[in-house]
């Protein structure tokens, strides 16, 4: 329907003055949709220049349009035809996949750079550590989720944890399943530690 009136606002108008209420239009929208586009987080369009451009199709539509309803019937039957020819096209054409604002691409380089974070803490454990100070770092990690840590440091708990198991397994297998068939306590020293005197 908005092509329609385009294409008929041409013709009422002629192309020289179409054009020039084109540019008009466009020098004047253009800046403010930029100016909002840069001063909104979350802006509802991606492009001032597509803002400016769909607003002076728009005012140059109306005049068209209105030159279409003068047609009558015919004009409104040519009106909707255009209009049913684009609704198919839409149809046929696939949805282009939305881009994330700002600040959402802002927030997944952050949440990139703090992964980053967690696999070098997590690399360091990969492990130098000795089966007592993993179980250290085990009774931390409990007393971190009792405390109610945040999404972030959870994922980071379990991994940390996933490599304490693998240790403890790795070290003292016999030990470690005392541990796990005593119910995995959260201190697990008194299990995997060899007793005192041995």
């Avoid at 750079?113 to 409990?142: K, Y």
């Avoid at 198991?165 to 530690?193: C, K, T, V």
Wanted: charged residues 20%.
């Amino acid at each position: 329907m908005g092509t329609t009136g385009v294409l008929a606002g041409v013709l009422l108008l002629g192309p020289l003055a179409a054009s020039i209420l084109l540019a008009v239009v466009f020098v004047l929208v253009w800046p403010v949709a930029a100016v909002i586009r840069h001063v909104v987080d979350d802006a509802p369009y991606e492009s001032a220049m597509v803002v400016a451009g769909a607003a002076a199709a728009g005012v140059l539509c109306l005049p068209g349009l209105v030159r279409l309803l003068a047609w009558g019937a015919l004009g409104v039957a040519v009106a909707l035809l255009v209009a049913g020819l684009f609704v198919l096209i839409d149809l046929v054409v696939p949805a282009r996949k939305p881009r994330k604002s700002r600040r959402q691409r802002k927030l997944e380089r952050l949440t990139e750079q703090e992964f980053l974070e967690d696999e070098h803490l997590i690399a360091s454990l990969q492990c130098p550590l000795s089966i007592e100070e993993l179980c250290g770092v085990w009774a931390e990690t409990s007393s971190t989720l009792a405390q109610g840590a945040d999404m972030r440091d959870r994922q980071a708990v379990a991994e940390v944890r996933r490599i304490c198991l693998d240790e403890f397994e790795r070290r003292n297998p016999d030990g470690f399943q005392r541990w796990i068939d005593a119910g995995a306590p959260a201190n697990p020293s008194s299990y995997l530690l060899p007793a005192r005197g041995d």
